[in-house]
């Protein structure tokens, strides 16, 4: 690896891996893997990176009954209904190009290919429920087609990046499509101040286990820049361009917990034969979210502080049911602003990071059954501590690593359309509780990681045992994606690394959320319903 591949990646605080994991991105990286090529002229500097990764996914659990006998998620438990069914078997391509101009002035762009064998465009129902299916004719339209099963791609990347000195000031500019997120969450960003800076390619992170995190986090156009004013002092910025949603599992898929969600799906259901049809979605304007930081690290603190303000537009929407149109659609909050603190240091061997936000107008979990285009907004509190170690030779392994994270969040106030807020406090006596899926006043989550790693097991091999776990430990969340009750998701696998270039991962995947039940079907639900969804995977990653 070059000296500027090394360089350019100590911008991020932590290397991520995780199920929704984020990254920091300043226009200027340069993939870890990536070669360079000899351009005869050393002021000019290219290097082009690839990395392909095949999948191949079983279904280990059998199905529940009670979620499949659900007429709003039998689809996705159908698809693939039997233990034993190929749930996936995929290859992707990842590829990236980095050139710059005495290291100054350069461009950088991305892109990524996909298809996957195991899909075809047959949506599949519970037999008894085959009336209430949520894609017109049984066939994926040509959205889920796309995004499950291809061959198709997209453009990740695609930036220009300057270095310069404004006076004595290092300033550092990207404009284009990029990722940029701040603050220092390792895994649960839905309590982060990057909370909703860049969207979530949920799908793959869900569907590819072993995926880079830098492939999760959806890049945005947009300008981003940050000028060192003193050796201890930084600001930065961002202006966005453009705006994009979160890519979420569509109905109809193995990983998808609701049949009628959110770009596939032609319609939802309410009885047999009777439907309403999926409109457009209401999105945000294409330009004007903004955000400014600044980051501290005197070295009588030993750490770093930072502050944060942003205006944004959420990525994850409410749904809308408009049942005297015959309709639903999915729609964006605009406008909500963020305030937020955060501080990192290095203590015992430990990277600890922590973060304090505040969330004005933003959005709230709503149950929507009028029409509405707004769902209920409120302000919001959160609060995020991490810690990552890593520890070395014992008699069971060469050396090990921890990550944990936990999060807080309290709402508090209601500021609009406290009729359409799904909270607790407004469920009949009995049903007020989280087990029934309604928003409480607090909620906590957490995220543990643990690694430990056989350095050169055998002759050019490594290989490391990851195993995580995410835990709504109690409540559920007011704002998107703040987690529930007894819901999360595990792993535990085998990694085996070959000369840092061949990667074989073998590892078991598996669901947590609750529900309520009449003996057949499902009367409420906490968490996304995918608790009966255990898979294996098999994955192969080569660099190049």
């Known amino acids: 690896?070059?000296?500027?591949?090394?360089?350019?990646?100590?911008?991020?605080?932590?290397?991520?891996?995780?199920?929704?994991?984020?990254?920091?991105?300043?226009?200027?990286?340069?993939?870890?893997?990536?070669?360079?090529?000899?351009?005869?002229?050393?002021?000019?500097?290219?290097?082009?990176?690839?990395?392909?990764?095949?999948?191949?996914?079983?279904?280990?659990?059998?199905?529940?009954?009670?979620?499949?006998?659900?007429?709003?998620?039998?689809?996705?438990?159908?698809?693939?209904?039997?233990?034993?069914?190929?749930?996936?078997?995929?290859?992707?391509?990842?590829?990236?190009?980095?050139?710059?101009?005495?290291?100054?002035?350069?461009?950088?762009?991305?892109?990524?290919?996909?298809?996957?064998?195991?899909?075809?465009?047959?949506?599949?129902?519970?037999?008894?429920?085959?009336?209430?299916?949520?894609?017109?004719?049984?066939?994926?339209?040509?959205?889920?087609?796309?995004?499950?099963?291809?061959?198709?791609?997209?453009?990740?990347?695609?930036?220009?990046?300057?270095?310069?000195?404004?006076?004595?000031?290092?300033?550092?500019?990207?404009?284009?499509?990029?990722?940029?997120?701040?603050?220092?969450?390792?895994?649960?960003?839905?309590?982060?101040?990057?909370?909703?800076?860049?969207?979530?390619?949920?799908?793959?992170?869900?569907?590819?286990?072993?995926?880079?995190?830098?492939?999760?986090?959806?890049?945005?156009?947009?300008?981003?820049?940050?000028?060192?004013?003193?050796?201890?002092?930084?600001?930065?910025?961002?202006?966005?361009?453009?705006?994009?949603?979160?890519?979420?599992?569509?109905?109809?898929?193995?990983?998808?917990?609701?049949?009628?969600?959110?770009?596939?799906?032609?319609?939802?259901?309410?009885?047999?034969?009777?439907?309403?049809?999926?409109?457009?979605?209401?999105?945000?304007?294409?330009?004007?979210?903004?955000?400014?930081?600044?980051?501290w690290s005197p070295q009588w603190l030993d750490g770093t502080l930072g502050l944060y303000y942003r205006m944004f537009d959420e990525t994850s929407p409410w749904v809308s049911l408009n049942p005297g149109a015959g309709s639903y659609r999915a729609v964006y909050a605009k406008n909500a602003h963020l305030v937020g603190i955060s501080f990192s240091k290095q203590l015992l061997g430990f990277s600890f990071g922590s973060e304090f936000s505040y969330r004005h107008n933003t959005a709230l979990n709503s149950s929507i059954a009028n029409g509405s285009l707004e769902g209920a907004r409120g302000d919001t509190v959160h609060i995020l501590a991490n810690a990552i170690g890593s520890f070395g030779h014992t008699p069971l392994w060469t050396n090990s690593s921890v990550i944990a994270e936990f999060a807080f969040s309290k709402y508090l106030r209601v500021t609009d359309n406290e009729n359409l807020f799904n909270a607790c406090y407004k469920k009949a006596p009995g049903k007020d509780s989280a087990a029934y899926g309604c928003v409480t006043d607090e909620n906590m989550v957490g995220y543990l990681k643990f690694t430990p790693a056989w350095t050169a097991f055998a002759e050019g091999w490594d290989l490391e045992m990851p195993m995580s776990v995410s835990y709504g430990l109690f409540g559920n969340g007011a704002t998107m994606g703040g987690g529930n009750e007894g819901a999360g998701s595990y792993g535990v696998g085998f990694n085996a690394i070959y000369n840092t270039l061949h990667t074989f991962s073998l590892a078991y995947n598996g669901y947590l959320a609750t529900y309520k039940d009449n003996g057949s079907t499902i009367t409420a639900s906490n968490g996304s319903q995918l608790q009966d969804r255990g898979w294996l995977s098999f994955t192969y990653k080569y660099a190049f």
């Open 1 to 295: 690896m070059s000296d500027i591949f090394k360089a350019k990646w100590k911008l991020c605080r932590f290397p991520v891996v995780s199920l929704v994991a984020v990254t920091c991105v300043l226009g200027s990286l340069v993939a870890a893997n990536a070669f360079e090529i000899n351009t005869g002229n050393p002021d000019l500097f290219l290097a082009w990176g690839n990395n392909i990764r095949y999948n191949l996914g079983m279904r280990i659990q059998s199905m529940d009954h009670k979620i499949g006998n659900t007429a709003s998620s039998d689809e996705g438990d159908y698809k693939f209904d039997k233990s034993g069914d190929l749930v996936t078997n995929r290859l992707d391509l990842l590829s990236e190009l980095d050139f710059s101009y005495k290291k100054k002035l350069g461009i950088r762009v991305s892109g990524a290919v996909w298809a996957d064998v195991a899909y075809n465009d047959n949506a599949k129902t519970n037999p008894s429920l085959a009336d209430r299916g949520s894609y017109s004719g049984g066939k994926y339209n040509s959205y889920t087609k796309r995004y499950y099963i291809g061959p198709s791609g997209e453009l990740l990347d695609a930036n220009v990046w300057g270095s310069f000195d404004l006076g004595d000031m290092p300033v550092n500019v990207a404009i284009g499509r990029q990722t940029v997120l701040w603050g220092e969450t390792v895994v649960l960003s839905a309590h982060s101040v990057s909370y909703a800076q860049a969207p979530t390619d949920v799908v793959k992170a869900l569907s590819t286990p072993g995926v880079d995190a830098k492939e999760v986090s959806m890049p945005i156009t947009q300008i981003a820049g940050k000028i060192q004013l003193t050796p201890e002092l930084s600001v930065a910025g961002q202006y966005y361009l453009e705006w994009r949603g979160s890519r979420f599992p569509e109905g109809g898929t193995y990983l998808a917990a609701t049949d009628f969600i959110l770009n596939g799906p032609d319609r939802f259901s309410l009885a047999p034969g009777v439907f309403l049809r999926r409109e457009g979605a209401v999105k945000p304007d294409t330009y004007g979210d903004f955000g400014l930081s600044a980051r």
